[in-house]
């Protein structure tokens, strides 16, 4: 049996871990918003051009499904990415149901420039802290999410220094 950590009694829930990582996901999300403004690009759209980028995802589904998205707003996130001409839909031959998705050129330049501006976002963030501590606190995140039943799969198959 694992240790209890809260207690119904003392429980304070702005200091709990759940209500620290959803305001510090709102606060990277604004700001990689507002990094991300100078590209014409969102933190959400970012996402999926990465994961697409990255070959995470192929379809709206899989998107739908790696982020924990609704597919009302994936398709029409996908329909402004595509009149942004950075997507494009490609229909199968055989199966007209399926439809999968790629990069388009211009989709795949602006990668490595949206990138960098995450990054920024992120070391801001992180800043005061060793890439130590920040390691663990990935490791720990990473339990939790375990903890929780999610599949690490596709959040453990890149690197970083």
Request: some cysteine; charged content about 25%.
């Amino acid at each position: 049996m694992s240790e209890t950590i809260y207690d119904a009694k003392t429980f304070v829930p702005w200091n709990s871990v759940g209500f620290l990582i959803g305001h510090t996901r709102r606060a990277l999300l604004e700001a990689m918003d507002r990094e991300l403004a100078q590209l014409d690009i969102t933190a959400a759209q970012y996402i999926t051009l990465s994961s697409l980028s990255r070959k995470r995802a192929a379809t709206a589904a899989e998107l739908c499904s790696g982020m924990i998205y609704d597919p009302g707003a994936m398709t029409r996130q996908l329909d402004r990415l595509e009149q942004k001409g950075l997507v494009r839909r490609i229909r199968l031959p055989g199966d007209r149901r399926r439809i999968t998705l790629e990069l388009t050129p211009a989709g795949e330049t602006l990668c490595p420039t949206m990138n960098a501006a995450v990054v920024r976002v992120l070391n801001q963030h992180l800043s005061g802290l060793s890439k130590r501590e920040v390691h663990e606190l990935e490791r720990v995140l990473r339990r939790i999410l375990a903890n929780a039943g999610e599949d690490l799969k596709l959040l453990t198959e890149d690197s970083h220094d």
